[in-house]
Every structure is written in structure tokens, then in C-alpha cells.
């Protein structure tokens, strides 16, 4: 297990990209011409969940990702509400913002105001915890702190060995606090009107309804229904990680989305 995790906690140092801190957040850098393109990852994880998709994105774009607060290699918080995480998102006018899960959410706030994304893609977003399932989706995410390379490996056994490291790495890395604090300080988790007003071009990818998503699909088919400027998709045989789950597919769709 050690060899792993040192493998994926040297993701950034193999792509040559040193971090630099800005705010609160530890940021990287890859690429040096192209769309600028920024990455923002879930709850439990890190910058170093998007290797797959640096490495394709990079020749092409200027990538940036990111550590959010009390996760990988940023500082821990007092608050994690999901608008401490959307204020923290670089507000640069990026050409594109990739976001899952609780990323998503947070970007779609971030979205909110302007200057912060000429698009979006968002990978399987949350954009609403039902209050009946809250405590449910809490445990599961505290959970995930238990994780080891045996009970990853059981759990994900499709993905691929530098996913598991990363995420095996994303889970020692941050702040216990922000698990649980990440609902329990954002209270009523819903973004859902939000994402109703969103003027920029965004693409809800999810996960598969028949594996497991956490974007309801009635809400993606409604929200791209109402709102011109959404598109749905689902990747076919994914779950919550499409990235992770099915990559090649999923890479398909961010490339011809982002360089096509």
C-alpha cells in the first residue's frame, strides 16, 4: 500500500508542474497553451483524481487543478459549507471548469456570479441531498475515511491501480472535519435553483441511473428541458465517478466538449 499512495502523491512532481498556493488552495499547473481549463475535484479526493484527464487535456489546454480547502496538500477550515467551498474557486474567467460531485456543486455556485466560467462540465454534480436521505449520505461519505488498499480494491476493482492510489491518497489526506462539516455546516444541501438560472453553455455528465448517480435524472433531463444552455448526458455503465468508471467514454465526451 505504501508503494501506491508514494506513486500517486508523485502525480504532480512526474508532470512536472511544482504547486503553488493561492488563497487557500494548492494549485497545479500543466500545459502552456490552449483554452484554460480548471479541475475541480470531490469530497475526499484531490487534484491528483485527474491524472487521466490532465494528461489528455495538457497538450491541448492550459490545465489548472486543484486541492479545495482541508483536502490533499490545502489548509484545513474553520467552516465547509459548500459556499466556503464555491468562494474559494480561483474567479479568473476560465475557459472551461470540469467539476465533480461536490466540486460540481460548488462550481455551479461559483457560477453564480460573474466572472468565474465561460463554461461547464460537471461530472455527476450533487446538486441536492434530499432531507430524507441526508444522514444516510453522510455515513456512507464518513465512511470512506475507513478505506484501505484491500476494501478499495474489492470496492472499485474496475479502476484503474492509479485511481485506487488516488483515491486511497485523497482519503488520508483530508481533514476528517470536512467530511462531516461539509454538511453538516451547509445545512440544506441544494443547488438546484442555481443551476436552473445558469447562463454559460454546461454539460451535466452522469453517472448511470442503472449502476449509481447522485444527479437525479429527472432533475438533468429536466434542467436541460428548461434551460438551453444545459445538455445531459449519461455515460452508460458508470457510476458516480465517470472519470473513473468508464474513462475512455468519458474522455470522449470532455475532449470533444473542450477541444472539439
Known amino acids: 500500500m505504501v508503494s501506491h499512495i508514494a506513486s ?3 502525480h504532480v512532481a512526474a508532470r512536472g508542474t511544482p504547486s503553488y498556493r493561492v488563497g487557500m488552495l494548492e494549485r497545479y499547473q500543466s500545459g502552456s497553451a490552449g483554452p484554460r481549463i480548471l479541475l475541480v475535484h470531490g469530497l475526499s479526493s484531490s487534484a491528483d483524481s485527474w491524472w487521466r484527464v490532465v494528461e489528455a487535456l495538457a497538450p491541448h489546454a492550459r490545465v489548472t487543478t486543484i486541492d479545495l480547502r482541508g ?4 489548509a484545513p477550515a474553520d467552516s465547509y459549507a459548500l459556499r466556503d467551498y464555491a468562494s474559494d474557486l480561483p474567479r479568473e474567467n476560465w475557459d472551461a471548469v470540469v467539476a465533480h460531485s461536490l466540486g460540481g456543486a ?3 455556485l461559483a457560477a453564480s456570479q460573474p466572472g468565474f466560467a465561460r463554461s461547464l462540465v460537471l461530472l455527476d454534480p450533487v446538486l441536492e441531498v434530499p432531507e430524507a436521505d441526508f444522514e444516510a449520505v453522510l455515513a456512507d461519505q464518513v465512511s470512506e475515511l475507513r478505506l484501505d488498499e484491500a476494501s478499495v480494491a474489492a470496492e472499485k476493482p474496475h479502476w484503474d491501480e492509479r485511481d485506487r492510489a488516488a483515491k486511497l491518497v ?4 483530508v481533514d476528517p472535519a470536512a467530511v462531516e462539516g461539509s454538511f453538516r455546516d451547509t445545512g440544506r444541501w441544494d443547488v438546484r435553483a442555481e443551476a ?3 447562463r454559460s453553455p454546461t454539460l451535466l455528465i452522469a453517472g448511470d441511473p442503472a449502476i449509481y448517480t447522485m444527479l437525479d ?3 438533468g433531463r429536466t434542467l436541460a428541458a428548461e434551460n438551453e444552455s444545459i445538455d445531459y448526458r449519461v455515460i452508460a455503465g458508470a457510476g458516480h465517478s465517470p472519470h473513473r468508471d468508464k474513462p475512455e467514454e ?3 465526451v470532455l475532449t470533444e466538449r473542450l477541444l472539439g
Open 196 to 198: 436552473r438560472a445558469l
Open 250 to 252: 468519458t474522455l470522449a
Open 8 to 10: 500517486a502523491a508523485r
Open 106 to 108: 460548488a462550481a455551479v
Open 71 to 74: 483536502h490533499g496538500a490545502s
Open 217 to 219: 435524472p429527472e432533475l
Open 170 to 173: 485523497g482519503v488520508r489526506s
